[in-house]
């Protein structure tokens, strides 16, 4: 079974600076990988997708990168704002749909 | 533009009482799904639908039933709810295959059994 995981479970950093949210998962076998943003009391937001044939996806700060081989994908913000502050989840799309348990960012002001 | 829209928003129910939620969409997607989203597991699949009048079991169905009897409506029952399913349930739905197509989720529904 896939497992997928998702270290540090919890993050701190002022604002401004860039930061890296990590992923990792036991599976190369997977069709993509997905980010989701989950803000306090509400669902998930996707942020990106990344097929898997694809190395990176980019919207505005945000860059997920993918290393099928290795098992990994990171998501880079850049110039981080509190704004950002939620809980990033990744998930992997194989014969089943898995999720990570997330990481909680906070930016702080 | 609502997206998908679930409710209750909370509900709070006693050992062995019954309940029904409620999932809608409005953007004519075929898919739809309901998770349960515990601290420490992540979301994990309950059943799902492809189309109007189809379901299929996911990753943890037992103690739930659903129903598409319409396409923009998919409604999750407990028939006797257990301490064990409390949670916070969330519906998403997606136009294709989730596995290729990205999903839009609920705000989700709280839910405690006493």
């Known amino acids: 079974k896939q497992e997928v995981t998702q270290i540090p479970a919890a993050l701190s950093v002022p604002e401004g600076e860039n930061l890296v949210l990590n992923c990792s998962f036991t599976?190369?076998?997977?069709?993509?990988l997905q980010w989701f943003r989950q803000d306090p009391g509400k669902g998930l937001t996707s942020l990106l997708l990344?097929?898997?044939?694809?190395r990176e996806q980019t919207s505005g700060r945000l860059n997920a990168s993918l290393d099928k081989s290795s098992g990994r994908s990171t998501l880079y913000i850049a110039a981080s704002q509190p704004g950002d502050s939620a809980t990033y989840l990744c998930?992997?799309?194989?014969?089943?749909?898995?999720f990570g348990t997330g990481t909680s960012l906070t930016v702080i002001p | 533009n609502a997206g998908v829209t679930q409710t209750p928003k909370f509900r709070v129910l006693k050992t062995g009482q019954s309940m029904t939620l409620l999932c809608a969409q409005d953007?004519?997607?075929?898919?739809m799904y309901w998770y349960r989203q515990d601290p420490g597991m992540g979301l994990r699949l309950i059943h799902y639908?492809?189309?109007?009048?189809?379901?299929a079991k996911g990753e943890v169905p037992d103690g739930y039933n659903v129903s598409r009897l319409k396409k923009q409506n998919f409604l999750l029952g407990l028939e006797s709810a257990a301490p064990s399913q409390t949670s916070v349930y969330f519906c998403a739905s997606s136009y294709g295959d989730r596995l290729v197509q990205p999903q839009h989720f609920g705000d989700g529904t709280r839910l405690s059994i006493l």
């Open positions: 953007m004519n997607h075929e898919y």
């Open positions: 998930a992997v799309a194989g014969n089943q749909f898995y």
């Open positions: 990344i097929q898997s044939s694809q």
């Open positions: 639908s492809v189309g109007e009048g189809t379901t």
């Open positions: 599976d190369s076998a997977i069709y993509n």
